[in-house]
Each structure stands twice: as structure tokens, then as C-alpha cells.
């Protein structure tokens, strides 16, 4: 069993930063891929970027160039760092862990990101 815990939500203003965490406990094989994803309301929960152990990235077109995932894997545990911000980055942001077969099989309770304009 995997258990997720994120941090870092919360309100900024259009062009602002902030800079997610999630710390994950399980085994190893259950967390070789960390990622993030985020759901607005009224929309579905899509891919925002996962890293695997050996630190390849996949970045949702979006977000390219804005933010960056990163892991400690010493901690186990995976970071979104947000900047240049939007409104329409608004939404929660979840958390995801899982293999390489199936890379979101566990998922965090999720944290708010509110972007004024």
C-alpha cells in the first residue's frame, strides 16, 4: 500500500509561484513513477507531469517551459514547482503513484491551487 500526503496549495496571484510537495510511503516498486495531475471543476483530471526514478519527465503542453517536477529519492517524495502562474491553472492538484505499467495506482487527497487574475 501506497500513501500519499501533498503540500503546498494555496492562493497567488496571475504570475506568481508555488511550489508543491509530495511525500509518499510504500514500496519501491509502487512509487517508481510520482506524478501530478490536476482536475478544475467542470472538467476532467488530466496530466499535468510524472518523473520516473531515474528522473525522466513528461509534461502536459500546457505547463511546458512553466513547471518543473522533480524527486528526492532518498525521501521518496516528488515536487511541482509552479511559476508564471495563469487562472487557468486554477484547480486541486492530486498527487499520483504508481509502476511503470501502471503509473497512477495510488493518489494523494489533493491540494488547491487558486490563480487570481
Known amino acids: 500500500q501506497v500513501q500519499l500526503v501533498e503540500s503546498g496549495g494555496g492562493l497567488v496571484q496571475a504570475g506568481g509561484s508555488l511550489r508543491l510537495s509530495c511525500a509518499a510511503s510504500?514500496?519501491?516498486?509502487?512509487?517508481?513513477?510520482l506524478g501530478w495531475y490536476r482536475q478544475a471543476p467542470g472538467k476532467q483530471r488530466e496530466l499535468v507531469a510524472r518523473?520516473?526514478?531515474?528522473?525522466?519527465?513528461t509534461y502536459a503542453d500546457s505547463v511546458k517551459g512553466r513547471f518543473t517536477i522533480s524527486r528526492d529519492n532518498a525521501k521518496n517524495t516528488a515536487y511541482l514547482q509552479l511559476n508564471s502562474l495563469k487562472p487557468e491553472d486554477t484547480a486541486v492538484y492530486y498527487c499520483?503513484?504508481?509502476?511503470?505499467?501502471?503509473?497512477?495506482?495510488?493518489w494523494g487527497q489533493g491540494t488547491q491551487v487558486t490563480v487570481s487574475s
Open positions: 499520483s503513484a504508481g509502476s511503470i505499467s501502471y503509473p497512477a495506482d495510488y
Open positions: 510504500g514500496s519501491t516498486a509502487s512509487t517508481t513513477v
Open positions: 518523473i520516473h526514478r531515474a528522473g525522466s519527465t
